[in-house]
């Protein structure tokens, strides 16, 4: 049993834990062909049961969107906030040694050069309280990181690394704690991510952890109590570029998709849906795309897709603009031309714009508000982010581009139903992500864009620096985070 104890207020606590009790019990139909899986299951925030057909012939290797069962988490009182962190790189890092749980390997000088580039990312942010695991790369990235803050740092043994054995060395506190610093390992961070927002082991390995990347979950209170909303605001936000050339879970990769959310609009305030796009981008906007396009000078883009809303192709703009003229510097000039192309299925805002629901006021910026979609326009955003999904795929398989790499510039939502649709989940994931305006995520694939992604980073907002939403700080107001 893994079992992750986080006291967070009064006699409140957290627990991630995986519980053979809560097991899928199986109940043979009349059909001898198909079992009946009944779930007790959360949806990053409450429990219910339901059925389901499981078909026997399934590969275990596949990801799956079944709904795995998880111990409910307990009522919270006010919302909540974890960072994690993976320590910084370590000499046995640097000479591709299997650590695990040993205790022999510290600090490189880049190890502690990425630790202080997060502390410097940090640093504007505040915490009430810093969980470490106690093994010495991750006790001195925890140390850097924490800095010159007077609460001292709790080592949790439950945060060590995995045992791997013989294959290591081979080529609780009660407080009123609001946000909190867990500096953990690789798998751990893995192990507490996918737990906190209810996906199966086969998602290992998926959901990318990079040396002292910063990934972010959000727990809200649920307003009838019981267990809390969970949602990743943000997954594997690394001190350096996500961009930059290097493997996936250990695999080197040439085909990826980049989704990038278009800049704020001058409409965003006063728009009956969350990050509105179909008016031209603020100043606010425009400095985001111009952002986003110095980030992506890190690699040769040759296509964009793009919702047609406008704010969506100033964001396009602005990126093919400098595309093109940093390939015009010097005396050997060779034009590059950045092929732009609109796809209708990334235009979901007028199915978010049926919701009444936003009619009344959501918070613009308020994380997981998909939740509020009635179930008829869930489905239908789902339907038609599944179809973009396909077409991105189909894009991505032109052979005549050996190292193809597709942009994708729109709406937060169909981002995040797309992403969805990469892990092989369901709609009622959706409410379990977030993204920012002006952010970007990553998928690789390793294996071809027929086999499945690995998730590289989710909401990376690192490249906007001041104008981006600090890690620490309230989206509402001074009561949530």
Same mark, same amino acid.
């Given at each position: ?87 910084? +790189? ?6 591709? *040694? #299997? ?15 990425? &630790?202080?580039?997060?502390? $410097? ?14 093994? #010495? ?8 990181? =924490? %800095? &010159?803050?007077?609460?001292? #740092? ?5 945060? *060590? ?63 009838? !109590? !019981? ?102 510097? !010097? ?21 978010? $714009? +049926? ?10 910026? $308020? ?8 179930? %008829?326009?869930?489905?239908?955003? =789902?339907? $038609?982010?599944?179809?973009? =999904? ?19 510039? %729109? ?17 009622? =994931? ?17 294996? %071809?864009?027929?086999? *499945?992604?690995?998730?590289?980073? #989710? ?6 620096? *001041? ?15």
């Amino acid at each position: 049993m893994l079992s992750v104890r986080l006291p967070l207020i009064g006699h409140d606590h957290l627990f991630l834990c995986k519980n053979p009790k809560l097991l899928p019990t199986y109940i043979r139909p009349k059909h001898p062909s198909t079992y009946v899986t009944t779930f007790t299951i959360r949806l990053s925030s409450s429990l219910q049961e339901i059925e389901k057909p499981l078909n026997e012939s399934t590969e275990d290797s596949e990801l799956s969107s079944k709904l795995y069962a998880s111990a409910p988490f307990p009522a919270i009182r006010a919302a909540k906030r974890v960072v994690l962190v993976r320590h910084g +790189q370590s000499t046995w890092n640097e000479e591709g *040694r #299997i650590q695990g749980s040993s205790d022999f390997s510290v600090l490189t000088q880049k190890g502690e050069s990425q &630790a202080e580039t997060s502390r $410097q990312m940090l640093i504007d942010d505040s915490f009430d309280v810093c969980f470490s695991s106690p093994l #010495i790369r991750s006790k001195r990235t925890a140390e850097i990181i =924490w %800095g &010159a803050r007077k609460e001292e #740092i709790i080592t949790e043994s439950d945060l *060590r690394e995995i045992d791997l054995y013989s294959f290591q060395g081979l080529l609780k506190h009660e407080g009123k704690a609001k946000s909190v610093l867990v500096v953990a390992h690789n798998a751990v961070n893995q192990a507490l991510v996918a737990t906190a927002i209810g996906l199966g082991t086969e998602y290992f390995r998926v959901l990318l952890q990079s040396n002292c990347g910063v990934s972010v979950l959000d727990f809200s209170p649920h307003p009838e !109590g !019981g267990s809390p909303y969970i949602r990743l605001n943000r997954l594997n936000q690394t001190p350096n570029s996500p961009l930059a050339a290097g493997s996936s879970g250990g695999r080197k990769t040439s085909k990826r998709v980049i989704l990038v959310c278009h800049g704020t609009s001058q409409s965003s305030s006063e728009a009956s849906i969350p990050y509105a796009g179909n008016s031209p981008m603020n100043m606010l906007g425009i400095i985001q795309s111009q952002k986003t396009a110095e980030l992506l000078l890190d690699l040769k883009v040759n296509t964009i897709v793009s919702s047609p809303k406008l704010a969506s192709i100033e964001t396009v703009n602005a990126i093919s603009r400098v595309q093109e003229a940093a390939d015009c510097l !010097g005396a050997d000039c060779v034009p590059h031309y950045v092929e732009t192309k609109q796809l209708q299925d990334l235009d979901v805002e007028k199915i978010l $714009q +049926q919701s009444k629901k936003h009619a009344v006021g959501t918070p613009c910026l $308020q994380s997981g508000w998909l939740n509020g979609l009635e179930d %008829g326009l869930a489905t239908a955003l =789902w339907d $038609q982010a599944g179809k973009a =999904w396909k077409s991105l795929l189909d894009e991505l398989s032109n052979e005549s581009e050996p190292d193809n790499i597709v942009v994708t510039v %729109g709406h937060p939502a169909v981002h995040i139903a797309m992403m969805g649709h990469c892990l092989n989940l369901t709609k009622e =994931w959706m409410g379990s992500f977030h993204l920012d305006a002006g952010s970007i995520s990553l998928v690789d694939f390793p294996d %071809g864009p027929t086999r *499945r992604g690995v998730i590289r980073c #989710i909401n990376y907002t690192a490249h906007l620096g *001041r104008w981006s939403i600090p890690i620490t700080r309230s989206t509402l107001d001074d009561e949530e985070f």
